[in-house]
Structures are given as structure tokens and as C-alpha cells.
């Protein structure tokens, strides 16, 4: 639908074209080339998994390129949206239940995305050097967030 999940999510990985994270990171991190992709093809086993695609078998007919030409995905965090759940074949992603969800730099301050969050490139790397793996983060759009702000007892900025 062309809009990013709202909800409670972990925060997987960080990947990037530097061969180094951002200071503090402590997210795994990964560096990425132009062989790395998203699958975002539903019918492939590897739906919705970032990978390199020089080690895998393709089954796939669409995949997102992890290294572009536009920068936008110069650093990212992966967000635990429709993945599969500790190996567990019954807790596999939904095919069309949204694939390649990240955090991403933006393109400018009125750009739009196709599902994703994009922002600065410096508070992107502010942001990977401050989470934590296993934490849990909730991601909303600015309205739900207003909403709730009282009932979640949550800071004004």
C-alpha cells in the first residue's frame, strides 16, 4: 500500500557501502555491494530476505539492489516486519504481507518512500549508533504518535 508498518518492532541489522558502522554501533552491521539484495518477489523461499546473491541459489524474479546509484541506501537498519520467526517454517513471511521494510536515508525533506522510514543521513547514523539489538522500538507516523502520546505517557519530541 505504499506506507511503512506502524507498530512495535526489532530493529535487525545495519547495513551500509562503508566498511565500517557508524560510532557506537552495536547492531550486527554489514557491508554491502552491488551482488546484495532484498527479495521482494513473494514467491521465492527467500522472500523478504537481505542476502548476498552470489552465495544463493536465485529463485527469484524481483529483488531490491542494496547498493543503488541514488544513495538512499548508503546506511539502513532492516526492521523485523513479515520475517520469519527462529527457523520456525509455520512462522515463515506472509507473501505479500510487505518484504524490504528499512530505515533509510531520504532523498529530501518532501520525498516519500515506498514503505519505508527515510531520514538524514546524519541522524540515520545518530540513530544506528544508538540502538540496541533485541530492543523493541515502536515506529508510527507522526499523527498515530500525537494520538498517543498522552495514553503512552511519552516525551514531546
Known amino acids: 500500500d505504499g506506507r511503512a508498518p506502524a507498530g512495535a518492532f526489532r530493529l535487525l541489522r545495519a547495513f551500509g557501502y562503508d566498511p565500517r558502522p557508524p560510532a557506537g554501533t552495536s547492531l550486527p552491521y554489514r557491508q554491502v555491494d552491488d551482488g546484495w539484495r532484498c527479495v521482494d518477489d513473494p514467491a521465492s523461499r527467500r522472500y523478504n530476505q537481505v542476502l548476498d546473491a552470489r552465495d544463493v541459489a536465485v529463485d ?6 542494496m547498493r543503488r546509484d541514488d544513495d538512499l541506501y548508503r546506511r539502513l537498519i532492516e526492521v523485523d516486519h513479515n520475517h520469519a520467526s527462529h527457523g520456525d517454517d509455520e512462522a515463515a513471511p506472509r507473501p505479500g504481507g510487505g518484504s524490504c521494510i528499512f530505515l533509510h536515508v531520504w532523498r529530501d525533506a518532501d520525498g516519500v518512500t515506498a514503505g519505508c522510514t527515510a531520514m538524514p543521513l546524519a541522524d540515520l547514523e545518530d540513530l ?3 540502538l540496541r539489538p533485541g530492543a523493541i522500538y515502536v515506529l508510527l507516523p507522526a499523527t498515530e504518535r500525537a494520538a498517543l502520546a498522552a495514553a503512552w505517557h511519552l516525551p514531546a519530541s
Open 60 to 65: 527469484w524474479t524481483s529483488a531490491e539492489e
Open 128 to 130: 544506528i549508533g544508538w
